[in-house]
Structure formats: structure tokens, C-alpha cells
């Protein structure tokens, strides 16, 4: 977060000489939003494959000035599209210095606030807010109280000498405290339905009830939230005149095609070690394949996080090779898939029946993303030579103690190696790390259409006659 810019004006009446004037969360992120459509900027940075789909409807959710409820299995982005709702509030805006709610300087609207500005008149002193700061996250919770959310009476001021009616007794809870700024909650069905009841108010009436007596503060909030479809039936549900209060229910979705998984993956995943774009495609294929398996409990979702943690977990088992082998640098190869299915089984709801055979099926469907990543990647290029070579006597063994170019070293000079390589968009002067990747790429791919056998063991691969 940057410092506060210095000539920013640091009271009411420089403020008012200014000519600022307020105007409400939902009116700047209205205006803010047109203005990025205009100018043909990006509003929603670092958010793939919702471009058709949810993006126009969260705009136009958001231009009408609605509240919104994303509804969404898990791991669709909906809170990372949340996040990036502050994107679109003004960079700095002024509240009054020393106030405990945000309030502007010139539209108070507790009575502490009030005093004070009716005392000071145009030198109330101001201070400036980042946008960071006016995007407030709540993650819904069984125990989640009222006081939590909207408040409570605050004990110690009581013990100060205010009575119990004072309303400046009031510790203010995390809505009030979000005044003129976001507010989203994260699986608002886990809210208990009577704290869900607290909710009416603020997003109608716009005021707020503590302890059997009204405290009329005109709040300024957008309120967001997420919800899982099951959730409404297995966990708890959304109240219907809380649903009715929201504006917009916005379906989300895993990304729609394997392009845009892919850079879901590539732009989330803390690859530790390089993973070529054939083994992106490779994992991100074998995502899809996921979420449309009978046997995998598609209620609960197939979350995007699991292609980055099996992309992570890919480069891993490469760093790992390449610190046995001395290999630089370190580069992902197709037998470093062997460790996803192990590693992110638990990551995975089955259907019941399965037990016992969940790695069986997450191997199977593993290998037809491999055998679907190479027949994209090599359409139309013979690779009979290269099973040839390999049946003629030319043994190839990879595993996790054999440096790439002991896989090239193998195999005598073919053409078509050439040509497997510049498939998977490496060059013939790259490191043999690369090249025994695509290699290996072609090699499994004859595997599984049955043009060669393969022997393994714990640590080692042969590709043979």
C-alpha cells in the first residue's frame, strides 16, 4: 500500500473548497466500472475463463447497484473474484481522522461524529483510506455471532459512567465497520439462520439493531457472498428473505475449455522446477476428465486448486530428480506424473462403492489425458520410426535417478525426434532435460496405443519390444 499522497486535502473545508463531494459505494463502483468499460481497461485482472460468461453478468449486477451472491462449487474462483472488487473503488477516499467508523467528513452519521463535526465545523480533521482497506472478508462460520457481525453493547463503556441506552456504548461490529466499503462473506449458508436474520435490515433499511434498541446509522455497503449449490440442502441454506434481499445470483464454473485451465494453472501454480506446456495440457486434461468421471462425487466439485497442486506437486518430483541426478536445470518429465495420483488422492470426494480403488481410477483417467495431450500434440506425425528404433533393440529406461540424456543417448539419431520436438515447442539446441521430455511424451504415447510394451518398477521405466 502506498503512503498517503501529501496534497490530499486534511480537513472538511479544504475538502468542501475542493469541491469533493460524497456519494454512496454502490454510485463510485457504478461510475468507476463504466469509466474501465470506456476506456477498454481490464476490470477484472487475474480472473480466466468467466470473460463470456460471468463477468458481463457481475458488471451488469453491479452497474444496477444490486448486492450479489456468487453460487458456485468449490474452487471456481468465487472469492478470488470478490477480491478483486476493490479494483474498482477510488484509489484514496476521505474519512474524518480519530472517527471508528469510516464515515466522511462531510456526512457523519453516528453522534459522536456529528458532535464533533458540528464543533470543529470546516477544520475536522481528515484522514485518507486505501481501497485495500474498504474491502472487508468474513468467512461464515457455525459460530459466527451477531454482536460478530453487526454488535454489541460494549462493557466497558458501560462501566465508563454511559448508560445502557447511550447508543455510543455500542462496539460496532464488522458490518458498520465496512461503512462505505465491501462487505463479503464466504459461504453465507454456514451462517446459523437466525444470524443470517440479522443481515435483513442492513441490506434493506440500511440500519442496524443491538441489544432491543434501533441505533438508526444509515450504512453504506455493498454486501457480496459465496455459496455452494449442495450447501442449500446438506450444510444449511440461504433464508428466502435474505435470498430475496440480494440482486443478483450469479452462477460460476470451472473453466469451459483447456486453454483456459491451463492458464488457471499457470498463472496460480508455485512451480519450484520448470512443466512444459504438454505436461500443463496433460494435468489440466486430466482435470476435465475429472469432473465428468461417474466414479468422482461431482456435488462436491473437482476445484482448480487440485490442477495447481498436481502441477506443483509435478515440478517438485522434478526438483527432486534433479537434485539426484545432477541434472540442470530442472525440468518436469512425463514419469514425474507417476506421483500425482498418490499425493492429491485425498484431495478427491468418491462416490460410495470405490473404496479401496480410488488410485486404480485416478491412474486410468491419468493416462487417457496423456494419451489425449499427445494425439493433439502429434496429429498427423509417424511415429512408427521411433517404435522401430525402440523393438529393433534400442531400450529406453527413465525413471527418477536417469538424467535426460541418458533417455536421448538411447535412441539413435532420428528424424521424427526432431519433429516430437518442435511439436512440444522445444528447440534443437535446448537442454536435453526439454528434449527427453517430449521424447518421453512420444514414447508413452506409443505405450498406450499398444505399439510398445513398458516394464516398471519402483524407481525405474523401460520401454521395449
Known amino acids: 500500500m502506498n503512503d498517503v ?159 445502557l441506552g447511550d447508543p455510543e456504548t455500542i462496539h460496532f461490529g464488522l458490518v458498520p465497520r465496512a461503512h462505505r466499503g465491501i462487505v463479503a462473506i464466504n459461504e453465507l449458508p454456514d451462517l446459523a439462520e437466525r444470524i443470517q436474520v440479522a443481515l435483513l435490515n442492513v441490506m434493506e433499511e440500511r440500519d442496524i439493531q443491538v441489544r432491543g434498541y434501533t441505533l438508526r446509522l444509515p450504512l453504506d455497503v455493498l454486501l457480496v457472498s459465496t455459496a455452494n449449490p449442495e450447501d442449500y440442502t446438506n450444510r444449511g441454506r440461504i433464508i428466502t428473505p435474505l435470498k430475496d434481499r440480494f440482486g443478483a445470483e450469479i452462477r460460476t464454473h470451472y473453466p469451459l475449455d483447456v486453454e483456459a485451465e491451463i492458464a488457471v494453472v499457470r498463472q496460480e501454480a508455485q512451480l519450484v522446477a520448470e512443466v512444459g506446456e504438454p505436461l500443463l495440457e496433460v494435468l489440466a486434461r486430466f482435470v476435465r476428465n475429472l469432473r465428468e468421471s461417474p466414479v468422482i462425487d461431482q456435488r462436491s466439485g473437482v476445484s482448480a486448486r487440485f490442477a495447481v497442486a498436481a502441477a506443483e506437486t509435478v515440478g517438485a518430483a522434478a526438483l527432486r530428480r534433479s537434485a539426484l541426478t545432477g541434472e540442470e536445470p530442472a525440468v518436469a518429465r512425463p514419469v514425474d506424473l507417476d506421483a500425482v495420483p498418490g499425493v492429491l488422492r485425498g484431495k478427491l470426494e468418491f462416490e460410495p462403492g470405490e473404496e479401496g480403488r480410488e488410485t486404480e481410477h485416478l491412474v486410468h483417467l491419468l493416462r487417457r489425458a496423456v494419451a489425449e495431450t499427445a494425439r493433439s500434440r502429434f496429429a498427423g506425425l509417424d511415429l512408427l520410426p521411433l517404435a522401430d528404433a525402440v523393438e529393433s533393440g534400442h531400450l529406453v529406461a527413465t525413471g527418477e535417478r536417469v538424467p535426460g540424456k541418458d533417455v536421448l543417448a538411447a535412441l539413435p539419431e532420428l528424424p521424427v525426434l526432431h519433429d516430437v520436438a518442435a511439436r512440444a515447442g522445444v528447440g534443437p539446441d535446448e537442454p536435453a532435460g526439454r528434449i527427453a521430455a517430449a521424447v518421453e511424451l512420444a514414447l508413452e504415447s506409443l505405450f498406450l496405443s499398444r505399439k510398445l510394451a513398458k516394464d516398471s518398477d519402483d524407481s525405474t521405466t523401460v520401454y521395449g519390444r
Open 5 to 163: 499522497p501529501a496534497n490530499l486535502p486534511r480537513t472538511a473545508g479544504d475538502l468542501r473548497a475542493a469541491g469533493h463531494l460524497p456519494r454512496s459505494i454502490k454510485q463510485e463502483l457504478h461510475e468507476n466500472l463504466l469509466a474501465k468499460l470506456r476506456a477498454g481497461e481490464d476490470a477484472w485482472p487475474g480472473i480466466v475463463g468467466f470473460s463470456r460468461t460471468v463477468l458481463p453478468q457481475l458488471e451488469r449486477a453491479l452497474l444496477a447497484g444490486h448486492d450479489v451472491v456468487l453460487l458456485g462449487e468449490r474452487g471456481q474462483g468465487k472469492t478470488r473474484l470478490l477480491r478483486t472488487l476493490a479494483g474498482l473503488l477510488d484509489e484514496w477516499t476521505p474519512v474524518i481522522e480519530g472517527a471508528e467508523l469510516a464515515e466522511h467528513p462531510l456526512d457523519p452519521i453516528t453522534p459522536e461524529s456529528r458532535r464533533r463535526a458540528a464543533e470543529l465545523g470546516d477544520a475536522l480533521p481528515v484522514t485518507w483510506r486505501h481501497r485495500d482497506e474498504r474491502y472487508t472478508e468474513k468467512l461464515a462460520t457455525p459460530d459466527t455471532s451477531v454482536g460478530d457481525l453487526i454488535g454489541d453493547v460494549d462493557p466497558v463503556k458501560v462501566a465508563e459512567g454511559r448508560s
